[in-house]
């Protein structure tokens, strides 16, 4: 089986061409390409599909092996590929992804993609929706119990659930054993990815992230928008913020509004391409 690795700020992921490749057990693959000692070594796999409602679908499963509904690192990563391996004939391409279609616009210099733009569409704000068990409502600010302990979090989906919680340094926050403790909380019943942030300014954060069912990565795009959206749900950050992650920045561009949606803008970058025995 023919693959490619790719990463957007070092969040990796194994990507397998399926308008030419069949796989038949995605969540066994998963687990075994990410192995970073017996495999490729990824943060998950993303399978790059036909579809019929958009020029291209997505299936994202984390190292783990567990589906996951939205990317944005892989969605960027996504993009490029079908730009640059199926000739899509233009700037923007239309991912189908398991959260909905979402509208990439590559940033093209003569041949070379420098960036990737993406419609991220609106935050889930409702609670049940992103899910999380409780009453009704936004979750903005709210104290959330974890062993004996407690952290104030807002909590929000992108396509994906994801728990912010602001912190003094992100730096020296024990993100591994929070992280580990809130992603399986029984109040979230899909698990959630847990970002723990620091302001800098109206236009800054600082960013790490304990993904759902791969651990800590280098970055996050689903997350960063959702530190960004928290960040100004808290009156913490202004709608343009360059979001600092271990590996690079992302430009998340939120307008305020319910229905507005996010814009997060970033990096692919293709790595290597080998072929792996299955």
């Known amino acids: 089986m023919r693959f490619t690795k790719m990463q957007g700020l070092g969040n990796d992921y194994v990507y397998v061409d399926c308008f030419a490749e069949t796989v038949h057990d995605a969540p066994a693959l998963a687990r075994r390409i990410s192995d970073r000692r017996f495999g490729v070594g990824a943060d998950g796999l993303i399978l790059v599909c036909p579809s019929d409602i958009a020029d291209v679908r997505m299936e994202m499963y984390n190292a783990d092996g567990s589906r996951a509904e939205m990317c944005g690192n892989g969605l960027r990563c996504v993009a490029r590929f079908f730009h ?3 000739g899509c004939g233009g ?17 093209v210099t003569g041949a ?3 960036g990737v733009r993406v419609d991220m569409g609106p935050p889930i704000l409702e609670r049940g929706q992103i899910p999380m068990l409780g009453p009704g409502g ?3 600010a709210e104290h959330l119990a974890v062993q004996d302990h407690g952290l104030v979090v807002t909590c929000l989906s992108m396509g994906n659930p994801h728990c912010v919680s602001f912190v003094e340094s992100v730096a020296d926050f024990p993100v591994a054993t929070w992280g580990r403790a809130v992603e ?21 954060l600082i960013q790490r992230t304990w993904e759902r069912g791969s651990g800590e990565t280098h970055a996050c795009g689903t997350g960063a928008c959702a530190a960004a959206v928290a960040a100004q749900l808290n ?5 343009d913020v360059t979001v600092h992650l271990t590996g690079g ?5 939120w307008a305020g509004g319910a229905s507005d949606a996010v814009y997060m803008t970033g990096p692919a970058e293709f790595v290597f391409e080998g072929t792996y025995e299955t």
């Open 84 to 86: 640059d391996r199926h």
């Open 91 to 107: 700037s923007i391409v239309r991912v189908e992804t398991d959260a909905g279609i979402r509208t990439c616009e590559l940033m």
């Open 112 to 114: 070379q993609v420098r």
């Open 138 to 140: 936004a979750v903005i």
């Open 184 to 204: 399986e909380l029984p109040i979230f019943p899909n698990r959630t990815n847990v970002e723990f942030v620091e302001v800098t300014s109206r236009s800054g």
């Open 235 to 239: 009156d913490l950050a202004g709608g």
């Open 249 to 253: 920045d992302l430009r998340i561009e």
